[in-house]
């Protein structure tokens, strides 16, 4: 059977009040993208949380994002006073043509892409770069 290639960000047809899309495929992980400085005209200070996520999750983030939010910021206090700008959401196999990875703003419309305030996607690597970041699997936030 042949590999459908995503070329373009899913969204939802319909407005349903979230700020993500349902994914077409297993989400492998997330990226939170927290800006550090929130009130300064800059945007080169942020943190990073990935968590990389069980092919069993839901494919709507917006079904699980606040609890993940929540044991975000009780797991790391230097997040007082940051402000969350959105998710990267990775889907599917980039290797295979079959996924992605994708940004989507806290802005409550689930029917647009966004660009990532960072001007791109940022890897775990890259994290030092901007500020920080740690990486958890989903089992370790909800166990």
């Keep these: 059977m042949p590999k459908t290639t995503i070329t373009e960000a899913p969204v939802d047809a319909v407005s349903d009040g979230g700020n993500f899309a349902t994914m077409p495929k297993d989400i492998s992980h997330v990226t939170f993208y927290f800006d550090l400085t929130p009130n300064k005209a800059e945007d080169d200070s942020f943190f990073f949380v990935k968590i990389d996520t069980p092919d069993s999750v839901n494919d709507d983030l917006d079904t699980w994002y606040q609890d993940a939010l929540n044991e975000i910021v009780a797991r790391n206090a230097q997040l007082a006073g940051a402000e969350l700008e959105g998710v990267a959401i990775?889907?599917?196999?980039?290797?295979?043509?079959?996924?992605?990875?994708?940004?989507?703003?806290?802005?409550?419309?689930?029917?647009?892409?966004?660009?990532?305030?960072?001007?791109g996607l940022v890897a775990a690597r890259e994290f030092a770069s901007y500020g920080g970041g740690v990486s958890y699997s989903y089992g370790d936030l909800f166990s």
Excluded: L, N
């Design 90 to 119: 990775k889907f599917g196999s980039a290797r295979g043509g079959s996924g992605g990875e994708f940004y989507y703003a806290i802005d409550g419309d689930s029917t647009d892409v966004d660009y990532a305030p960072t001007g």
